[in-house]
Nanobody
Framework: QVQLMESGGGLVQTGGSLRLSCAASGSVFRINTMAWHRQAPGKQRELVASITRGGRLNYADFVKGRFTISRDNAENTVYLQMNMLKPEDTAVYYC???????????WGQGTQVTVSS
């Protein structure tokens, strides 16, 4: 079992920055990919960024150049540095941890990010 604890959400102004953190605990040796997804009201959940254990990165087009995902394997933590935030970034952001032995991963509880005009 893997537990994910998220932090860092909040209210920021357009153009501001925010850093999200997700700390994993439990069977962390099984974690391969970690990722951030987001879901705005009335919309489907969408991938924001992902990173493998070895550091392979993937970003959604709408955040390229603004967001940076990173992870500290020793601390079992993944981060999402969000810069140049836009109102369109307003959503609940969810941490995800994929494991190599199963197609089913683990989700955090979500943290609200609100960007004002």
């Amino acid at each position: 079992q893997v537990q994910l604890m998220e932090s860092g959400g909040g209210l920021v102004q357009t153009g501001g920055s925010l850093r999200l953190s997700c700390a994993a605990s439990g069977s962390v040796f099984r974690i391969n990919t970690m990722a951030w997804h987001r879901q705005a009201p009335g919309k489907q959940r969408e991938l924001v960024a992902s990173i493998t254990r070895g550091g392979r990165l993937n970003y959604a087009d709408f955040v390229k150049g603004r967001f940076t995902i990173s992870r500290d394997n020793a601390e079992n933590t993944v981060y999402l540095q969000m810069n140049m935030l836009k109102p369109e970034d307003t959503a609940v952001y969810y941490c995800y941890a994929g494991v190599s032995i199963s197609p089913y991963g683990y989700w955090g509880q979500g943290t609200q990010v609100t960007v004002s005009s």
